[in-house]
């Protein structure tokens, strides 16, 4: 019960403190010459000023700080400098094979994702009876919690009973080919993934990509079928351009979303001589081995990967990517 009270006054507490923070942040711009509504939206705008400082920018720095030293839950903190990414780089077995896994799935499951949702959300741009009812439908995997579809997955490819091998089990019969073992072999672990990558063409991709298609001016289609293009050339000369800011958008973050794969490979549980994905041996590192300063590493590592891949499609952008209001 004690424990009950102390969690309340601490959850009745925080309101509070924000509050008080919000008035004295108001009261000092305001003697600082702020005029008073913007004083009022900085005051208001100020709790997630505090909770992005907390939850965001100190687990930033502290885990950069982290990546520097030899680091557990439950011991000291030594600085070590680089010691953990030279380790990582040079004396680590595991390393790059995270490294060559994750990079490797995020180049097969990228481009089938973006391209696959672009089609579905071209099937669902059509006007036919029930198309809320399919868009609905094809919206589901969107909420369907990740751990479910994870043990989903993982029955699915078993290699004795799973309905994918059911399936496939005659047709491989004709070539005296033996069942997969898809999670045991480690030829067939990056084609499995890339198979349940399908999962994510539906759901919240394929719904952005029909606003995109909606947002597309009609008057320029038939514009195009007055000149005489075809279904192909009006898709290839106005619906790729109209949405390719669209395009940007899935292919960041679709990218971002493949090279990040946590849930899905941590509860499927693949043989580890095919290598584990960089989040699953951050995980391991840090909370399993309890080696916080090499898991720090391993995902600064990460991040650099990540930022140095959207910096390039950023920069590669202006080559096909078409603004509306840019002028050129």
Same mark, same amino acid.
């Not at 089990?169 to 999670?183: A, R, T």
């Not at 960041?252 to 490979?265: C, P, V, Y």
């Given at each position: 019960?004690?424990?009950?009270?102390?969690?309340?006054?601490?959850?009745?507490?925080?309101?509070?403190?924000?509050?008080?923070?919000?008035?004295?942040? /108001?009261?000092?711009?305001?003697?600082?010459?702020?005029?008073?509504?913007?004083?009022?939206?900085?005051? +208001?705008?100020?709790?997630?000023?505090?909770?992005?400082?907390?939850?965001?920018?100190?687990?930033?720095?502290?885990?950069?700080?982290?990546?520097?030293?030899?680091?557990?839950?439950?011991?000291? =903190?030594?600085?070590?400098?680089?010691?953990?990414?030279? @380790?990582?780089?040079?004396?680590?077995?595991?390393?790059? !094979?995270?490294?060559? %896994?994750?990079?490797?799935?995020?180049?097969?499951?990228? !481009?089938?994702?973006?391209?696959?949702?672009?089609?579905?959300?071209?099937?669902?741009?059509?006007?036919?009876?029930?198309?809320? =009812? /399919?868009?609905? %439908?094809?919206? +589901?995997?969107?909420?369907?919690?990740?751990?479910?579809?994870?043990?989903?997955?993982?029955?699915?490819?078993?290699?004795?009973?799973?309905?994918?091998?059911?399936?496939?089990?005659?047709?491989?019969?004709?070539?005296?080919?033996?069942?997969?073992?898809?999670?045991?072999?480690?030829?067939?672990?990056?084609?499995?993934?890339?198979?349940?990558?399908?999962?994510? %063409?539906?759901?919240?991709? =394929?719904?952005?990509?029909?606003?995109? +298609?909606?947002?597309?001016?009609?008057?320029?289609?038939?514009?195009?079928? %007055?000149?005489?293009?075809?279904?192909?050339?009006?898709?290839?000369?106005?619906?790729?351009?109209?949405?390719? !800011?669209?395009?940007?958008?899935?292919?960041?973050?679709?990218?971002?979303?493949?090279?990040?794969?946590?849930?899905?490979?941590?509860?499927?549980?693949?043989?580890?001589?095919?290598? @584990?994905?960089?989040?699953?041996?951050?995980?391991?590192?840090?909370?399993?081995?309890?080696?916080?300063?090499?898991?720090?590493?391993?995902?600064?590592?990460?991040?650099?990967?990540?930022?140095?891949?959207?910096? +390039?499609?950023?920069?590669?952008? !202006?080559?096909?990517?078409?603004?509306?209001?840019?002028?050129?």
């Amino acid at each position: 019960m004690e424990n009950h009270l102390a969690t309340f006054i601490r959850w009745l507490l925080v309101p509070v403190v924000l509050l008080v923070i919000a008035s004295v942040l /108001y009261f000092v711009v305001s003697k600082l010459g702020w005029k008073k509504k913007q004083a009022i939206g900085l005051a +208001l705008v100020s709790p997630w000023i505090v909770g992005f400082l907390i939850f965001t920018v100190y687990p930033l720095i502290d885990s950069l700080y982290l990546s520097f030293t030899e680091s557990s839950i439950f011991g000291k =903190t030594e600085w070590v400098g680089f010691g953990n990414y030279i @380790k990582l780089f040079t004396n680590d077995i595991e390393f790059w !094979p995270s490294i060559r %896994i994750t990079l490797l799935y995020a180049a097969l499951s990228l !481009p089938i994702g973006v391209i696959g949702a672009l089609l579905v959300a071209m099937l669902l741009n059509n006007k036919i009876k029930g198309i809320g =009812t /399919y868009r609905t %439908i094809y919206f +589901l995997p969107a909420v369907m919690p990740e751990v479910a579809v994870a043990l989903l997955w993982r029955w699915m490819f078993n290699s004795e009973s799973g309905i994918i091998n059911y399936v496939l089990s005659p047709l491989l019969s004709l070539f005296g080919i033996d069942k997969p073992n898809w999670f045991g072999d480690p030829h067939y672990v990056i084609g499995a993934f890339v198979i349940m990558s399908l999962w994510g %063409i539906f759901g919240t991709n =394929t719904v952005v990509f029909l606003a995109g +298609l909606q947002g597309v001016p009609k008057n320029l289609y038939e514009a195009a079928e %007055i000149d005489g293009a075809g279904r192909l050339a009006k898709f290839v000369h106005i619906t790729i351009p109209q949405i390719s !800011p669209v395009i940007l958008l899935q292919v960041i973050m679709g990218m971002i979303g493949a090279l990040q794969i946590f849930t899905i490979a941590m509860f499927v549980r693949p043989t580890s001589a095919a290598g @584990k994905f960089m989040n699953q041996l951050v995980y391991e590192r840090g909370f399993t081995q309890l080696h916080m300063g090499e898991a720090s590493a391993i995902a600064w590592v990460l991040f650099i990967i990540i930022l140095v891949l959207t910096l +390039l499609v950023f920069r590669s952008s !202006p080559a096909w990517v078409h603004y509306e209001s840019e002028r050129r």
